[in-house]
Structures are given as structure tokens and as C-alpha cells.
């Protein structure tokens, strides 16, 4: 098989880019139908511009949001929520309220699974309330003691197991109250940087994962897919939008290697897999979740025009 499909002309792509986004730069406001199509419903992943980069506060998240036709700020804490209205913006999915870096205790281990099932039926709770249509979720890492390497490692049949008893649990609590639990597959090969990789987590054959949210059986249990993160553990991208198409519940963007921007620098060809978003139908969300590098707002701007076909 060839592979001028995801390579050809991206010179000439990336320049229709920058092109595009001079217009979007003018705009005042949130982006008109004249700058952005808005097909694919795009978002901001608060934490990647909070902590990294500029590091900007939630307001000028907001700002830059309506700006480039963002129709939401993800993974923010509901304090920020009735900021997020405010400004005619949502939170396309929430965070699962664990202390900590959320993805180490998960329901693949019994020893953290109650306490998972009970912060994350919390914010089912304020989802509910604020009408945020989903909450984020993990398998966790594999280590029988999450934080401990050395505490032996449970296997993936044990561990999906364990996954499939806990979310059925939250499951029904889920589609009783209108909220998604969409869990999330990361990779395991980038131990260059704690955001980039997550070497020890359990879930990071997407296929594997896929295959454990059936087992679940219900609409209100999703998968996040992370277009980063299956390019670097199973890639064939668009192939496994399409087998997936059945338990995709959100979508994550980064540039791969790297975890940086969506440019030339990078390996992953954004615009085909966003058209094949759109021809399995899905509705959802695609938050932009990578680490900025240069400037932030002018990656951003990029990394919409480039997802907006």
C-alpha cells in the first residue's frame, strides 16, 4: 500500500494553513462560518495551556477559545464551569476527580477500584448538574501497587477484568444521569517526559481496550481515543477510527513524535483523519491536547484551521 495518501503536498498543506489562519487572526470574537466550518466540534485542553507554554488562567483560555471557533475548554475543574458559560463555552469532558496524576489508579486494580467508582460517580453528579456530557477514565497502571514498579504486575486479562466488574458498577449510575465515562488508551513507549508517555499504565493496546468497553455493554462507556497515543502504540489511525467506530466517545489531537504541535514537524496527517471522523458519523468533540513549544496561541490557531474540514 502506498503512502502518499498521508505524506503528498504537505508543504503545500501546511501553507494553505498559514494562509487561513491570517483570516482567523483578524477575526474578532468567536470565528464566523466565513473562517471555520465547524464540522468537527473543537477543544481546548485546559491543562496542556495552564501548566505549559504561556500558562494561561482560565479567562484567557476562554478568550482564545471563541476566538479560534473552540467550543469548549476540557479537563478544568468544575469551579471553572459557570467561567466556561459565561463565555458561551462548555466542558466537553471532566476530570474524574482523582488526587494526583488521575491515570496511576484505576479499575484494573481492586485495591483503588471503590475509590475510583466513588470520586468519579461525584463528578457524574456535577456533570449532571452543569450538563457536561462526559467524564474522563483510566485503566491505571499495571503494578499490583500503582506507585510501586516493583510490587509485580497484575496481567491484562486480570486487570480487564477487574475494569469491566468496576465499570459496570458506574455504569447504569452513568446512563441514569445523561453523562459518558469515556476511558481513555496511552502509550507506554515515551518515558522522555511524564506527559508524553506513561510507561506501567495497563490500557495501552487500544485494540485490547476497545475490546474490554464492549464487554461492558453499555452506551454511557466509552473509549477516548487519543490519536496520539494509538499513532505511537498500533497506528493505522483511520483503519481503527473505523473498527472502533462503535465505542469512540472523545478524541484527543497531538503532534507525534513529540506531543507537540499539529506541524510539519510531526508525523501524523490530521485533515484525512478528521474527514474520517466525520464518515462514521461521529458527533462528539476532538480537544486539542498538545504541549506548546513556541507560541501558543499561533500553534493553536494551526492545529484548528488544520482539524476544521
Given at each position: ?8 503536498n504537505?508543504?503545500?498543506l501546511f501553507a494553505t494553513?498559514?494562509g ?10 468567536r ?15 485546559s ?7 504561556d ?12 476566538e479560534?471557533?473552540c ?10 464551569w459557570p ?12 476530570p ?5 496524576a488521575?491515570?496511576?489508579?484505576g479499575?484494573?486494580?481492586?485495591k ?13 453528579d ?21 506507585e ?13 477484568d ?25 502509550n ?15 490500557g ?9 468497553l464492549?464487554?461492558?455493554g453499555?452506551d ?5 481515543f487519543?490519536?496520539?497515543h494509538?499513532q505511537?502504540?498500533?497506528g493505522?489511525?483511520i ?12 478524541v484527543h ?28 458519523g461521529y458527533?462528539?468533540y ?8 513556541r ?6 490557531r494551526e492545529a ?6
Open positions: 500500500m502506498k503512502h502518499e495518501s498521508l505524506t503528498i504537505r508543504r503545500g494553513v498559514a487561513a489562519t491570517l483570516a482567523t487572526a483578524s477575526t474578532k470574537g470565528a464566523s462560518s466565513e473562517t471555520i466550518k465547524g464540522h468537527i466540534k473543537q477543544s481546548i485542553v491543562w496542556c495551556f495552564s501548566s505549559m507554554g500558562k494561561w488562567d482560565i479567562q484567557k483560555q476562554c478568550q482564545v477559545a471563541n479560534l471557533g467550543v469548549s475548554i476540557e479537563l478544568t475543574q468544575p469551579a471553572n467561567i466556561l458559560k459565561q463565555h458561551g463555552l462548555t466542558c466537553a469532558i471532566a474524574n476527580g482523582m488526587p494526583g488521575p491515570y496511576v489508579k479499575f484494573n486494580n481492586l483503588y477500584q471503590e475509590e475510583v467508582i466513588t470520586r468519579t460517580s461525584k463528578m457524574i456535577a456533570c449532571a448538574a452543569a450538563h457536561i456530557p462526559a467524564v474522563i477514565a483510566f485503566t491505571g497502571f499495571k503494578w499490583r501497587d500503582a510501586d514498579s516493583k510490587s509485580g504486575a497484575m496481567t491484562d486479562e486480570e486487570a480487564f477487574n475494569c469491566v466488574v468496576g465499570l459496570k458498577k458506574i455504569a447504569g449510575y452513568a446512563e441514569n444521569k445523561n453523562v459518558t465515562v469515556c476511558l481513555e488508551h496511552l507506554t513507549r515515551d518515558d522522555s517526559h511524564p506527559m508524553k508517555g506513561h510507561p506501567g499504565y495497563q495501552d493496546n487500544v485494540d485490547a481496550v476497545a475490546n474490554m464492549r464487554r461492558v453499555s454511557r462507556v466509552k473509549l477516548l487519543d490519536i496520539y494509538v505511537i502504540m498500533n493505522d489511525i483503519r481503527r477510527i473505523e473498527e472502533c467506530k462503535d465505542v469512540i466517545g472523545h489531537t497531538a503532534g507525534c513524535p513529540g506531543r507537540g504541535e499539529l506541524d510539519e514537524s510531526q508525523e501524523i496527517n490530521y485533515p484525512p483523519i478528521m474527514k474520517k471522523l466525520l464518515a462514521i458527533e462528539g476532538v480537544g486539542q491536547e498538545f504541549i506548546p513549544t507560541d501558543a496561541f499561533v500553534g493553536l484548528v484551521t488544520l482539524c476544521d474540514v
